[in-house]
């Protein structure tokens, strides 16, 4: 059974920085791709960054590109998300997921954390 735990997330104001992560457990991490997606009232579900650990590739939304880094840690089982110079935009509902790989759309996902908000302030 696939499990995701995330942490962190919060308040920050405009240009701050936060940081999530996520424990996996349930599968094999340096096989598979796990992703962070954001979530605002009313709108679909975005993918904001995604890493294949198994071909050593990311994938950044255009929006956060440049701003935030996906990373795994291989020894903790975790991915964490930095992000750095945050915009009010960036306000929502973060979720880990895990889609295996970094083509999957949100709604064929079935594996999902709990959700973390992150609120930022201009």
């Known amino acids: 059974e ?5 942490s962190g997330g919060g308040f920050a104001q405009a240009g701050g920085s936060l940081s999530l992560s996520c424990a996996a457990s349930g599968f094999t ?4 791709a796990l992703a962070w997606f954001r979530q605002v009232p009313g709108k679909e579900r975005e993918r904001v960054a995604c890493i ?3 071909h050593g590739s990311t994938y950044y939304n255009d929006a956060v590109k440049g701003r935030f880094t996906i990373s795994n840690d291989y020894a903790k089982r975790t991915v964490r998300l930095q992000m750095n110079r945050l915009k009010p935009e960036d306000t929502a509902v973060y979720y880990c997921a895990f889609p295996g790989d970094c083509y999957t759309s949100s709604r064929s996902i079935s594996d999902w954390g709990q959700g973390t908000a992150v609120t930022v302030s201009s």
């Not at 991490?29 to 598979?32: I, K, L």
């Open 29 to 32: 991490f340096d096989e598979y």
């Open 2 to 6: 696939v499990q995701l735990v995330e």
């Open 52 to 54: 294949d650990a198994f």
